[in-house]
T-cell receptor, first 115, second 115 residues
Framework: NAGVTQTPKFRILKIGQSMTLQCTQDMNHNYMYWYRQDPGMGLKLIYYSVGAGITDKGEVPNGYNVSRSTTEDFPLRLELAAPSQTSVYFC??????????????FGEGSWLTVV | AQKITQTQPGMFVQEKEAVTLDCTYDTSDPSYGLFWYKQPSSGEMIFLIYQGSYDQQNATEGRYSLNFQKARKSANLVISASQLGDSAMYFCAMRSAFGNEKLTFGTGTRLTIIP
């Protein structure tokens, strides 16, 4: 039972490069989320999705893009990487709130450094 | 808008004592869920406990219980008989059930258990 899988786990990017963080879940969850966590801080929502084809911005969407073409996958794209995007990125998934939605599963995190 | 407030940046507790981590929230939505997560130094997000806004009883999971006071909009986590392995960051989070599916986190409390 894989749960939520994020790749890569670690990555160093140069300023101006682009990359995609992959997130896949095998639990048929409707909801998926991307967060970033800066050192010593809490989690800030970047983007989220309530189903395939539907995405919405969170608190800190600038510099990122997402897509949700399937239920399983929710990739996060970083365009023109900047040092301010150095962070740990977490993907999460769940069922809708209420009913079976009482557990939100997180991936192990992706450590990204922009130099 | 949803907001989660954790007013204790850090706490030190003697091993085997009980500890209460504070969490207050603000929402105008009638139905919502409250979550607590533990983040050890290794970085993963570990789900601890969930409370639905319409649940009649406070949630319990082993040594964890949630002191839910709906009128005060508080959802404090109680850890009984603390152990050295409880040393970690603890995050409170909230998600509404209808039309506002963002999962919003507080800033966290760093708990240190003293032998």
């Amino acid at each position: 039972n894989a749960g939520v899988t994020q790749t890569p786990k670690f990555r160093i990017l140069k300023i101006g490069q682009s990359m995609t963080l992959q997130c896949t879940q095998d639990m048929n969850h409707n909801y998926m989320y991307w967060y970033r966590q800066d050192p010593g801080m809490g989690l800030k929502l970047i983007y989220y999705s309530v189903g395939a084809g539907i995405t919405d911005k969170g608190e800190v969407p600038n510099g990122y893009n997402v897509s949700r073409s399937t239920t399983e996958d929710f990739p996060l794209r970083l365009e023109l990487a900047a040092p301010s995007q150095t962070s740990v990125y977490f993907c999460a998934s769940s069922y809708p709130e209420g009913g079976s939605g009482n557990t939100i599963y997180f991936g192990e995190g992706s450590w990204l450094t922009v130099v | 808008a949803q907001k989660i407030t954790q007013t204790q940046p850090g706490m030190f507790v003697q091993e085997k004592e009980a500890v209460t981590l504070d969490c207050t929230y603000d929402t105008s939505d009638p139905s919502y869920g409250l979550f607590w997560y533990k983040q050890p130094s290794s970085g993963e997000m570990i789900f601890l406990i969930y409370q639905g806004s319409y649940d009649q009883q406070n949630a319990t999971e082993g040594r964890y219980s949630l002191n839910f006071q709906k009128a005060r909009k508080s959802a404090n986590l109680v850890i009984s008989a603390s152990q050295l392995g409880d040393s970690a960051m603890y995050f409170c989070a909230m998600r509404s059930a209808f039309g506002n599916e963002k999962l919003t986190f507080g800033t966290g409390t760093r708990l240190t258990i003293i032998p």
